[in-house]
């Protein structure tokens, strides 16, 4: 089974408006795998980009999350602070937008806007590791001395030594990154300064080689470039502009010897480089080893270095600090047994308030909260996020609670008054130039009831814990050394304008820019509407995102340039393994990329399947009206508009909220809201014409045909195979 990347669950989010609150999302579940294409479908109003801005945090003032979660790498997206969110949102999950023109600077060149959202994010990540390094080395220190006092020096000692060379692998490791990153600055500038010349481009090229010259010497390193390798390179590019004009420059001997430059310094940057973490653990051992000096390979000097640091080192600080790893595990079960009855006795006096009194509650809340951030199990490297999220949501939803304890009878009154002044005006005959405003209301029993479910989550995931019997503790340390590892590599890992730069034209190249040397110098308004959807794309891919949400991002765009923008979306999904959303209103766009469709309609998913199920055998009559104004070369018939608009979600229907404009509507449609049926263990479609007791109504005649016919190519393509 594919690893699930984003889980969606019974989100509700709502808008404050002038005429009333407005339902947009009404309770949509779905599931987004590892390397799939979610496509969500729908008309404008549907309640698709809604969800896809609740998923990347950027709804707007007036929006309100009514309930739901959106859970990604064991957070509820939710429940997270702005601080929090920074480090997921462009980082984790980035999204493209639908005018190209609304990422970006108009008066920026669009490498500098490339580059600066690398660099702002390389900085970002190198003060968070140094954080989490120095924190999770303290409190593994901490916990090994509060189960074991006597063994304190010991303790002391062991971490501090692992930092000490954790110091010194950093130091080698960054030594070998800034070689490396001038080396990879250096081949891109060459290979752009060659460009350029082929291409009759004015530069200036004395200049540039003299940068060139003086640089070059700053890629030295024993694993990156070696000095004798350019000993005669360098002298003769000096002397091809040494001394002379600019017009008395031989250019083509100058590109030849650039060239020959640039084979080295790439093979430079190609060349294999040893495990810095253990390199590290035995120059601080040996401080007079000299790898420079060493004459086996890479993989007898990983070796040696390998088996040093686990006998001298490694073995026992594993094996220590599983016992501090498992003294934190049962601190902290013993802080969850102590809390479990105060947690339930808690969920049980709210729960039976009728009003949720504040007096009572708020120093019961703030008790229970500080005994939940003192039972969390700090040390672990995964954590789980219903304990780190309680104290904001459920602080969040009390507060609401209570404001509209406070502003529900004050927005009634005004409604009542608007009301009945309303209505008197309408009895003497005259016509109201406004409208009566409905009034906003906290749904005090909803609020209740998400508080209850707060509670419930934590109990649960503590009972869970605490009769859990699979904690490994030896495992949880070995995770915890190579989390080390990561944050230390990381921590000296510099986002150089040099690297973003190399790293900017890469990515201009990957989604189809030509001549991405040149192209990285101009503004946005120097490019096609099509091109600035590539560049936006382009920064969208910048921080290597886990999922890649693309809302209409082919709507603005000319047929034959949504065309060419489409493929290039599925061919990078499928090179980086991404998960993407595509929001759309089109069906048709998303035929030949979608692993599955979720069909929206004011605010609901109506149906979700397959791309197969979608197109093949599609369940609801909104489903069916969508791929019959669908447009294909093949298709005779007239192809059919939806009657109707969509319906006034201030005022949401009663029944299935599609009724009023399908044809097919049974009289329940109007009665009572159809659940999500079952057609098959990948689809389901909110409809009552799934019931057993439903008339039998076939799809339209266009899209009976056009599934027969598409079945048909595809049969006939297997047989010609």
């Known amino acids: 089974m594919a690893e699930k990347k984003l889980q969606v669950k019974k989100l509700q ?5 002038q005429a009333g609150i407005l339902k947009a999302v009404r309770g949509i579940s779905f599931d987004l795998y590892k390397g799939e294409t979610l496509a969500i479908v729908g008309e404008s109003g549907s309640g698709k980009s809604v969800t896809s801005k609740a998923i990347i945090g950027i709804l707007s003032g007036n929006s309100i999350v009514e309930g739901g979660e959106i859970l990604y790498d064991g957070q509820d997206l939710l429940k997270i602070d702005e601080e929090h969110f920074h480090k997921i949102r462009g980082d984790k999950i980035a999204m493209i937008f639908q005018d190209p023109l609304s990422s970006l600077n108009p008066i920026m060149r669009v490498g500098k806007q490339l580059t600066e959202a690398m660099i702002l994010n390389g900085r970002a990540r190198q003060r968070n590791s140094r954080k989490e390094f120095n924190t999770h080395l303290a409190l593994l220190k901490k916990n090994l001395i509060e189960n074991n006092p006597e063994n304190k020096d010991k303790y002391v000692k062991m971490c501090s030594d692992f930092d000490k060379f954790c110091i010194k692998s950093t130091q080698l490791e ?9 080396a990879v600055s250096t081949h891109t500038n060459i290979d752009e300064l060659v460009f350029l010349l082929e291409k009759n481009q004015r530069v200036a090229l004395k200049a540039q080689v003299v940068t060139i010259l003086r640089i ?15 000993e005669t390179l360098i002298p003769e590019l000096n002397g091809l502009v040494k001394g002379k004009k600019a017009i008395d420059i031989d250019k083509v001997a100058v590109i030849d ?3 020959r430059i640039n084979d080295v310094v790439k093979a430079g940057i190609d060349r294999e480089h040893p495990d810095f973490f253990r390199l590290g653990y035995y120059k601080f051992r040996n401080p007079d080893f000299d790898e420079k000096g060493y004459t086996g390979s890479i993989a007898d000097l990983d070796k040696l270095t390998l088996d ?3 006998s001298d080192f490694m073995i026992e600080f594993i094996k220590l600090g599983s016992e501090g790893m498992l003294y934190s595990r049962n601190k902290s079960l013993d802080a969850k047994k102590e809390l479990l009855p105060k947690l339930n006795e808690f969920r049980d006096l709210v729960n039976s308030m009728e009003v949720l009194d504040k007096k009572v509650l708020s120093p019961r809340l703030r008790e229970l909260k500080t005994g939940v951030k003192h039972a969390v199990d700090y040390v672990r490297v995964k954590k789980h996020s219903v304990e780190y999220s309680f104290g904001i949501s459920v602080s969040h939803e009390f507060k609401r609670y209570y404001e509209g304890l406070r502003l529900n009878p004050k927005n009634l009154r005004k409604y009542e008054q608007s009301k009945a002044k309303f209505d008197k005006l ?8 406004w409208k009566v405003i409905p009034p906003y209301l906290v749904d005090l029993e909803l609020t209740k009831s998400n508080i209850i479910k707060i509670l419930d989550d934590l109990i649960y995931r503590y009972n869970k814990d605490i009769a859990s019997t699979t904690y490994d503790p030896h495992k949880e340390m070995i995770e915890l050394v190579d989390f080390f590892k990561e944050q230390a590599s990381r921590l000296v890992y510099r986002v150089t304008q040099g690297i973003a730069k190399t790293r900017a034209i890469e990515l201009l190249k990957e989604v189809g820019i030509a001549e991405p040397e040149i192209r990285y110098k101009q503004y946005p308004f120097e490019f096609s509407g099509g091109m600035r959807q590539r560049i936006v794309i382009a920064i969208a891919l910048s921080a290597n995102p886990d999922i890649l949400i693309c809302d209409e991002p082919t709507t603005a765009l000319d047929v034959t340039i949504q065309s060419q923008i489409l493929e290039l979306i599925n061919r990078i999904k499928k090179e980086r393994n991404l998960s993407v959303i595509f929001i759309t209103h089109d069906l048709g766009v998303v035929a030949n990329m979608a692993d599955r469709v979720a069909v929206m309609y004011a605010g609901k998913i109506v149906e979700y399947g397959t791309a197969d199920d979608i197109f093949y055998d599609p369940k609801h009559p909104y489903t069916w009206a969508l791929l019959a104004s669908m447009p294909d070369l093949d298709t005779k018939e007239k192809l059919e508009a939806i009657p109707g608009t969509p319906p006034n979600m201030i005022y949401p229907p ?5 009724a009023e404009r399908n044809k097919y509507a049974l009289e329940i449609d109007f009665e009572q809201e159809p659940p999500l049926f079952e057609v098959s263990e990948t689809h389901y479609a909110a409809t009552w014409l799934l019931h057993p007791n439903a008339p039998k109504v076939e799809p339209p005649k266009i899209i009976t045909e056009r599934i027969a016919r598409m079945k048909k190519e595809v049969e006939d393509y297997g047989k010609d195979r």
């Open 257 to 259: 010897v650039l060239k």
């Open 174 to 182: 960054k030594a070998y990154n800034a070689a490396n990153s001038t």
């Open 216 to 230: 070059l010497p700053r890629t030295y390193h024993h694993y990156v470039v070696h000095g004798d390798e350019l």
């Open 654 to 658: 009663v029944g299935d909220a599609f």
């Open 308 to 310: 040093f640091l686990d």
């Open 13 to 17: 989010v709502s808008f404050r408006t």
């Open 426 to 433: 309408i009895e003497s005959g005259k016509t109201p130039t």
